[in-house]
């Protein structure tokens, strides 16, 4: 059975995964103790199902512990489990909160007899759901929503999920320094020492697919220097990554902006390593075709 298992940070974006994972055919379940997801394997199992997504986070606070345990079960009996790990930034989370206008999940004592004294701030439950699911999130693969429409977010759960889940794949990201580091990023290249197209205001309105970019780029003799160096770098230790039992790779390029270098690079790596990977690219700073 092809297992999904959702998790992250509240305000992150859990519901609008669950949701797409619907859409794509998946019997889906909210808030689920971990120590039941191998009986409610067990269950779809005799009603012929095979796609199950489950959302499983801080709600469940005091059975997360049993996560691992019941992951290796199952993948003991033989499933295809993946777990999807999304996060966001602190002030993207208080936006959201404070557009539903919902409480934090850790915002309240679950201890009888609590006062309103007890009541956590948003921050200060933000700051200890982290720390709760500290581990869990290095189980997974995960996703920064903090730039993220929830329709991107769908497409991007719905890419991830559809392609072949027996190699590792490379995600390759572009980014702009200015608009914060991706949480998701497993390895950081900053390519901001090559020359920038911005400054050329023939170029500026242009972005790294053009081709007007790509022939400035090829000019410059050390932006082929680095990309041999980056390329070189992921070719000798991506099979550590392999051994480590990732299903996912995040590398992540950024420039200035996030719209000329750095898209540049990650089109360009993306074509050489296809050749032998399962390659998805993402720019995050420009707006979807």
């Known amino acids: ?20 994972l619907e859409d794509a055919g998946y019997f889906c379940v909210d808030n689920l103790p971990p120590a039941l997801l191998p009986n409610l394997v067990a269950t779809r199992l005799e009603e012929n199902s095979d796609k199950l997504a489950v959302a499983v ?7 997360l512990d049993e996560l691992p345990k019941s992951i290796r079960i199952l993948n003991e009996k033989g499933h295809e489990v993946r777990v999807l790990f999304l ?17 934090h999940p850790l915002s309240h004592h679950h201890l009888k007899n609590a006062s309103p004294a007890d009541n956590r701030t948003l921050i200060e439950a933000i700051r200890e759901e982290r720390a709760l699911m500290a581990d869990i999130q290095m189980m997974g693969h995960v996703i ?17 999920v559809e392609i072949d889940q027996s190699p590792l794949t490379l995600l390759f990201e572009s980014f702009g320094f200015k608009f914060g580091v991706p949480l998701d990023a497993d390895i950081i290249f900053d390519v901001r020492c090559l020359p920038n197209p911005y400054y050329d205001t023939r170029l500026r309105p242009l972005t ?14 050390e932006a082929e220097e680095l990309l041999t160096d980056i390329r070189q770098f992921i070719e000798k230790w991506l099979p550590s990554f392999r051994k480590d039992n990732r299903s996912y790779l995040t590398v992540a390029l950024g420039c200035t902006g996030g719209q000329h270098r ?20 993402r720019h995050r700073e420009l707006k979807p075709d």
């Open 208 to 221: 790294g697919k053009d081709a007007a970019i790509r022939e400035f780029m090829e000019a410059q003799p």
């Open 144 to 160: 920064d929503t903090s730039n993220s429409s929830a329709n991107e977010l769908r497409n991007r759960v719905k890419e991830l």
């Open 262 to 281: 750095s898209v540049y690079m990650v089109e360009r790596l993306a074509d050489h390593f296809r050749q032998f990977e399962q390659v998805i690219t």
């Open 1 to 20: 059975m092809k297992i999904i298992l959702i998790t992250g940070i509240s305000g992150s974006g859990k519901s609008v995964a669950l949701n797409a």
């Open 57 to 63: 986070d801080s709600r469940s606070a005091g059975s």
């Open 87 to 103: 996060t966001s930034d602190t002030h993207s989370l208080i936006t959201r909160f404070s557009e539903t206008r919902r409480s």
